[in-house]
């Protein structure tokens, strides 16, 4: 689905967790903003910094522990009003979306987004 964006957003975080199926995770706080963003846990992993991870993204090992279910990237996006962007994926208020025309991609809340319906 293509969106137009609303306002702008900026990541508060240059440095991304990115995980890949089976990476240990210390799962630790859910979020609890005045946002909405539900279901979202700070997480670490060996050799990065912590970053916010998708309860959907947290699976468990055959000894009970916290490992990705998947591979997961936070990297957010960047966006400015007026932009168009297409989305690929909705997980938890938030939207995994690529800059119509260009090459950027990474995660955009939704309360930013409005949907663009065909014509």
């Not at 990115?18 to 992993?45: I, K």
Request: include cysteine; hydrophobic fraction near 35%; proline fraction near 8%.
């Amino acid at each position: 689905m293509d969106y137009r964006v609303t306002a702008a957003h900026r990541s508060e975080f240059p440095h991304p967790i990115t995980l890949q199926p089976g990476d240990a995770l210390q799962v630790g706080e859910r979020y609890q903003g005045p946002e909405g963003w539900d279901n979202w846990y700070l997480c670490q992993t060996p050799g990065q910094a912590a970053g916010w991870v998708p309860a959907q993204v947290i699976g468990r090992n055959a000894q009970g522990d916290a490992v990705a279910a998947e591979a997961y990237c936070a990297r957010e996006l960047d966006v400015d009003v007026g932009q168009q962007v297409r989305g690929e994926r909705e997980l938890n208020s938030w939207v995994w979306c690529e800059v119509v025309g260009g090459t950027s991609s990474g995660w955009v809340p939704m309360g930013v987004l409005t949907p663009i319906t065909p014509r």
